[in-house]
Every structure is written in C-alpha cells, then in structure tokens.
C-alpha cells in the first residue's frame, strides 16, 4: 500500500466517523432541549395547579363570608324601618346597637 492509498482509506474513516459523531451528539443535544422543555413545563403546570388550589380556598373563604353576612341581613331585616318619618326607627337602630355592644 502505497502512502496516497492509505491517507485515502484514513481520510474516509475519519470523516464518515467524524459524520456518526456529529449525529450522535446533535441526537443527543436534542434529548437534552426536550428534556429541559419538559422539566420547565413541568414546573409551570404545578406552579398553576398549586396558584388555582390557593385561589379555589380563598374563593370558599369569600362565600362562606358572603353567607353569612346574607344570614345577618336576613336576621335585620324584620327590624328594618322603610318609612323615614317613622317614630319607630331611631328606637330600634338604638336597640339594635345596644343588643350590638
């Protein structure tokens, strides 16, 4: 074999391996984007899930509050003088705010 023949063959072997490895490491570039996307992802959904859990509490916490706030107003309610000429309201506002304290 004479010396053109062999830089031939090894210039060939090379290259096409030089070609495998460049595949191999793009191949594995892309399993690490995909990866970190779905790590990221990941993470955002449970930040969401854990922010929908916190706010679904709060929203029980804002109706148990509107319940009874609408349970007191139905309790005043029969007290409650419409007419303003009416002798009868600054008596029972009186009342209702002694009962209060």
Do not use: H
């Amino acid at each position: 074999m004479d010396w053109e023949t062999l830089t031939a063959v090894l210039t060939l072997l090379v290259g096409g391996g030089g070609f495998l490895f460049y595949s191999q490491r793009k191949a594995g570039m892309e399993i690490a984007n995909a990866s970190a996307l779905a790590s990221e992802w990941e993470k955002l959904y449970r930040e969401q899930k854990a922010e929908r859990e916190e706010n679904d509490t709060e929203v029980a916490q804002l109706r148990d509050e509107v319940a009874n706030l609408r349970a007191e107003v139905a309790s005043i309610r029969p007290y409650i003088c419409y007419d303003i000429a009416c002798q009868n309201r600054i008596a029972r506002n009186k009342q209702t705010k002694t009962t209060e304290k």
